[in-house]
Nanobody, 117 residues
Framework: QVQLVESGGGLVQAGGSLRLSCVAS??????LGWYRQAPAKQRVLVAS???????NYADSVKGRFTISRNNAKDTVYLQMDSLKPEDTATYYC?????????????WGQGTQVTVSS
């Protein structure tokens, strides 16, 4: 059974830092990543990283956020620095498998990040 367990959200002042962690268990994945969803907005990609370590970031977080993974621990991290109030959202861990042209996604329960001005 696949499980994604997130931790590390919280309340921080603008300019501060937070580190999110997600343990992904139950099978191996091609990619791991983080999405976020603000109230009344769609869920959007923040950052993703492949099993080979290739990473991808949303333009809005480039230079401020860093995604990394520890394959031995089945864990993906999101280091968030220079946080802004607009980063406030629920952050969801994502894991996916790509197979034969199809993609299969699993999601964590979400962790709240609130950045005060």
């Amino acid at each position: 059974q696949v499980q994604l367990v997130e931790s590390g959200g919280g309340l921080v002042q603008a300019g501060g830092s937070l580190r999110l962690s997600c343990v992904a268990s139950g099978r191996s994945f091609n990619g791991l990543g983080w999405y976020r969803q603000a109230p009344a907005k769609q869920r959007v990609l923040v950052a993703s990283i492949s099993v080979a370590g290739n990473s991808n970031y949303a333009d809005s977080v480039k230079g401020r956020f860093t995604i990394s993974r520890n394959n031995a621990k089945d864990t993906v991290y999101l280091q968030m620095d220079s946080l802004k109030p607009e980063d406030t959202a629920t952050y969801y861990c994502n894991a996916y498998v790509a197979d034969m042209g199809s993609r299969y996604d699993w999601w964590g329960q979400g962790t709240q990040v609130t950045v005060s001005s």
